[in-house]
Nanobody
Framework: QVQLVESGGGLVQAGGSLRLSCAASGRTFSIYAMGWFRQAPGKEREFVAA????????RYVDSVKGRFTISRDNAKSMVYLQMISLKPEDTAVYYC????????????????????WGQGTQVTVSS
């Protein structure tokens, strides 16, 4: 199992920036990919971005392309989500998640591809 702890959320004005961090511990050697999801009030949890634990392959939901960047530091077992040009519609609780199933990249945008989840961090973007 992998334990995940997110940090870096907060209140920011529209157009501002935030960087979310996710610290992974436990069986990190078993991680295949890491993802970020978000859930706004009254809405379902949705995929935001993912990155393979090895290599540089990434994927983003269309609504954040060009504004969000996912990255990782394997030596520190950290994953980051740099967010710029934030919009009020980006307001949500952001969760990081670990996928420990090899060769699952084709389904990396689906919640059920992930085995471990953090507790989430709130991001609020004011207009």
């Amino acid at each position: 199992q992998v334990q995940l702890v997110e940090s870096g959320g907060g209140l920011v004005q529209a157009g501002g920036s935030l960087r979310l961090s996710c610290a992974a511990s436990g069986r990190t050697f078993s991680i295949y990919a890491m993802g970020w999801f978000r859930q706004a009030p009254g809405k379902e949890r949705e995929f935001v971005a993912a990155i393979k634990w090895s290599g540089s392959t990434t994927r983003y939901v269309d609504s954040v392309k060009g504004r969000f960047t996912i990255s990782r530091d394997n030596a520190k077992s950290m994953v980051y989500l740099q967010m710029i040009s934030l919009k009020p519609e980006d307001t949500a609780v952001y969760y990081c998640a670990a996928d420990r199933r090899p060769y699952s990249w084709g389904r990396i945008g689906y919640l059920d591809s992930y085995d471990d989840w953090g507790q989430g961090t709130q991001v609020t973007v004011s207009s």
